[in-house]
């Protein structure tokens, strides 16, 4: 029974952490600086969550540098979604396969 009363609360405090901004902000919020920080949260969130795994997804941290730097240059390059995975990839494996033989 316990299992049930866990997963109603789940489902309350979902709801309620969605619905309570929408209904109590109905207007525009007009303010620069509220705007602008709710604008740059979904980026400094997704890059706190990824940077971490994508330094320490190699067998060295050398290998996962050169490989975020190969994308990050393709990215700003506006290269496909593709070619930047694909191009880090082997850097990675290139990377790694040279520091094994040193």
């Known amino acids: ?3 049930y009363i866990y997963i109603i609360t789940m489902a309350v405090v979902t709801y309620l952490i969605r619905m309570v901004p929408l209904v109590a902000f ?3 919020i007009e303010n620069r600086f ?3 920080f709710l604008y740059y949260v979904p980026y400094s969130c997704l890059t706190a969550l990824t940077l971490p795994s994508i330094l320490y997804s190699t067998e060295s941290i050398i290998s996962a540098v050169c490989g975020f730097v190969v994308a990050l240059i393709l990215g700003i390059k506006q290269k496909g979604l593709i070619v930047v995975a694909a191009a880090a990839c082997v850097t990675v494996f ?3 396969w040279i520091l094994k033989l040193m």
Request: aromatic content about 0%.
């Open 1 to 3: 029974m316990n299992i």
């Open 26 to 28: 109905r207007k525009k």
């Open 34 to 36: 509220v705007n602008s």
């Open 94 to 96: 290139v990377v790694e």
